[in-house]
C-alpha cells in the first residue's frame, strides 16, 4: 500500500489535519494507495513556501529555468515504465496506452516548454506614437488544477508553462488518481528542484481545489475538469477578478462524409470513440454519418466495438481498461438508461463486464454504440465521458452542421471528407475550439488548445499558455 505526500516547499508532508483518502486500483476496486486528504491549512503552507520562491525563481535567466525543467524531464524519461505502471494501475488505462502515449507526453510537455521559457519574447510596436515595448511579467504565485482522465499528462500540461514563464505553483492533482503528480512530486526532490518552485497539495476538489481558488496570494488558476465545476470556479474568480483558464467537457461530433477517405478510417474511428474508455475530453461521442453509408459504417463500428479486448490494463492483449471509478461507472450506467428511456436502439454492449480474475469486482462497461436519438436529447447533448457512441445520419452538410453545433459544447471535432473545400467550409462554420480534418488527437503542442461555448475559456499550448501565465506592461517612450 503506497502513502502518498505532499511536496510543500522541499518536505514531503502528510496532510495537516493527519487524515487521508482512500485510493482505489480501478481494474480490481482495491484500495491500492492512501492519499492525504489536504485542506485550506494546506494550501496556505504551499502558498507561502511558493511566496518564498518566487523573486528567485522569477529572476532566473528563461535559460536556466529550461536547465531545471529540462531535469526534471530527464528524471521522468529515465522511469518511465515506473511511471506507466502506475498510472495504468491508479487510472485503469491500458499500460501500452500509459507507457507509449501519456507518460512520454509528459516527458515532451516539460521539454515543450523549457525550450519556451527560452525563447518566449514580447512584442514592440513603434510609428504611431513613441516606442512602445511590451515586458511580459509573471503573475506570482499561480493555482493549478487537474483531472483524472489522463493524470500526469494533464498535470504537466499545466505546471510546466506556469513554471516556463517564471511563476511559482501550487498545483492539485484529481483526488482519484494522484499518484503520478506524488512520484513527480518526489522526483523534484530528488533532482534538488529549486524549493517552494513547485508544490502539490492533495486532497478533494471542494476542500484544496477551492482553498487554492479562493486564496488571495494566487493571482491566477489554470483549470482543467468538468463544466459544472469550472463554472464555480469562474463565479469565485470574479470577485477578485483573478486570471482563470477553463479547459471543461465536450460532447464532440465526429461527422462522416460519404466520400471520406478509407485508409485508416475505421481505426481512427474506433480510437476517437473508445480510447481510454472514452474518457478523453477530445473523444467524439456523437458520429453523424451521411445516410448514404450509414448503414455500412454503423455495421462494420459495431462489428469492431464487439471485437474490442476489454479487461486487465496489465495484459498487453488488452484494448479497454476499466473505468476510473464506482460513481464514474454507475453514472456511465445511468446514462445508458436514461439513452433507453429515450428510445435508443443499443446495437451493442451497454451492460457492466465482470473480466474473470483478479479483475472481476473491477468498474468495466462493454464499448457501447447506439442509434435512433434526435440531437436535443440528453444523451446526444450531455457529456457521457465513458465508452458510449451515439449515431445519427445526415442527408447533406447543412443538416451535418446543425446536428454538430446543437449541443451546447464547443471543444472540438473530426471531420472525414476527400473534398478540400468541403472541408475548409465546414471547419469554418463548426462552433468548436479544435477541429481536425480526416484525424483525431493529432496534436502540435504549439497550436491554440481549448473550447467555446460550454467548454471553456481561454486557450493553453504554446505561447497561448506562456501569456496566459504572465502579465503584459507597456512601456511607452516619447521620442520627440
Ligand atoms: P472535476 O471537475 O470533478 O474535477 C477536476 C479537478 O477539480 C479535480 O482535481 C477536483 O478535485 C477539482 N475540484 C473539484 N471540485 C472543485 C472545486 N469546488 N474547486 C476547485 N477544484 C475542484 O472533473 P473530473 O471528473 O476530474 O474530470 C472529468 C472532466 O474533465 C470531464 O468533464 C472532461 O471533459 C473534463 N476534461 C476536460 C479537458 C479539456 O482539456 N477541456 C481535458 C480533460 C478532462
Not at 125 to 140: D, E, F, S, V
Not at 153 to 174: D, M, Q, R
Not at 189 to 211: D, S, T
Not at 282 to 288: E, F, I, K, N, Y
Request: charged share 20%.
Amino acid at each position: 500500500m503506497l502513502s502518498l505526500t505532499q511536496l510543500i516547499g522541499d518536505r514531503a508532508l502528510p496532510a495537516a489535519s493527519g487524515t487521508w483518502l482512500d485510493v482505489h486500483e480501478p481494474a480490481t476496486a482495491r484500495v491500492h494507495a492512501l492519499c492525504p486528504d489536504g485542506d485550506a491549512a494546506d494550501v496556505a503552507s504551499a502558498v507561502e513556501a511558493a511566496r518564498s520562491a518566487c523573486s528567485g525563481w522569477s529572476s532566473l535567466p528563461g535559460s536556466e529555468r529550461a536547465r531545471w525543467m529540462n531535469r526534471l524531464a530527464d528524471a521522468l524519461e529515465s522511469r518511465i515504465d515506473e511511471f506507466a505502471r502506475a498510472e495504468s494501475r491508479d487510472a485503469g488505462k491500458p499500460l501500452a496506452l500509459a507507457r507509449d502515449i501519456e507518460i512520454p507526453r509528459a516527458v515532451s510537455n516539460l521539454r515543450f516548454f523549457a525550450a519556451a521559457a527560452m525563447q518566449f519574447a514580447s512584442e514592440s510596436h513603434q510609428g504611431q506614437a513613441g516606442l512602445n515595448y511590451t515586458l511580459r511579467q509573471p503573475l506570482g504565485v499561480v493555482g493549478c488544477i487537474s483531472p483524472w482522465n489522463l493524470p500526469l499528462y494533464l498535470f504537466t500540461w499545466k505546471i510546466a508553462p506556469a513554471l516556463a514563464a517564471g511563476n511559482c505553483v501550487v498545483a492539485k492533482p484529481s483526488e482519484v488518481t494522484p499518484v503520478t503528480a506524488w512520484m513527480l512530486g518526489e522526483l523534484a526532490r530528488e533532482i534538488g528542484f529549486p524549493a517552494g518552485v513547485l508544490n502539490i497539495v492533495h486532497g478533494l476538489g471542494p476542500k484544496v481545489g477551492q482553498a487554492i481558488v479562493d486564496h488571495p496570494g494566487v493571482k491566477a488558476v489554470s483549470f482543467t475538469g468538468s463544466t459544472a465545476v469550472g463554472q464555480r470556479i469562474a463565479a469565485a474568480c470574479a470577485s477578485s477578478l483573478k486570471k482563470v483558464s477553463l479547459e471543461l467537457g465536450g460532447k464532440n461530433p465526429t461527422i462522416v462524409f460519404a466520400d471520406a477517405p478509407r485508409p485508416g478510417l475505421f481505426d481512427t474511428l474506433m480510437r476517437s470513440a473508445f480510447q481510454n474508455s472514452g474518457q478523453i475530453c477530445l473523444c467524439g461521442s456523437r458520429m453523424l454519418i451521411e445516410r448514404r453509408i450509414y448503414d455500412e459504417v454503423r455495421d462494420e463500428l459495431v462489428a469492431r466495438a464487439r471485437q474490442l479486448r476489454v479487461g486487465d490494463p496489465d495484459d498487453p492483449a488488452t484494448q479497454q481498461g476499466p473505468l476510473v471509478s464506482r460513481a464514474h461507472c454507475d453514472k456511465v450506467r445511468g446514462c445508458i438508461a436514461t439513452a433507453r428511456d429515450e428510445g435508443a436502439v443499443v446495437l451493442c454492449g451497454g451492460e457492466a463486464l465482470q473480466p474473470p480474475g483478479r479483475c472481476e469486482n473491477g468498474w468495466f462497461m462493454a464499448p457501447t454504440i447506439i442509434e435512433g436519438l434526435g440531437p436535443y436529447t440528453r444523451t446526444n447533448t450531455e457529456e457521457i465521458f465513458g465508452p458510449v457512441l451515439s449515431l445519427q445520419a445526415f442527408d447533406d452538410e447543412e443538416e451535418a452542421l446543425t446536428l454538430a453545433n446543437a449541443a451546447s459544447y464547443g471543444l472540438s471535432a473530426s471531420v472525414w471528407t476527400s473534398d478540400l473545400r468541403r472541408a475548409h467550409r465546414v471547419a469554418e462554420r463548426l462552433e468548436a475550439g479544435i477541429v481536425w480534418i480526416n484525424t483525431w488527437l493529432e496534436r502540435d503542442l504549439r497550436t491554440p488548445f481549448g473550447g467555446v461555448k460550454q467548454s471553456g475559456l481561454g486557450r493553453e499550448g504554446g505561447l497561448e499558455a506562456m501569456r496566459f501565465f504572465t502579465e503584459a506592461k507597456n512601456v511607452c517612450i516619447n521620442l520627440g
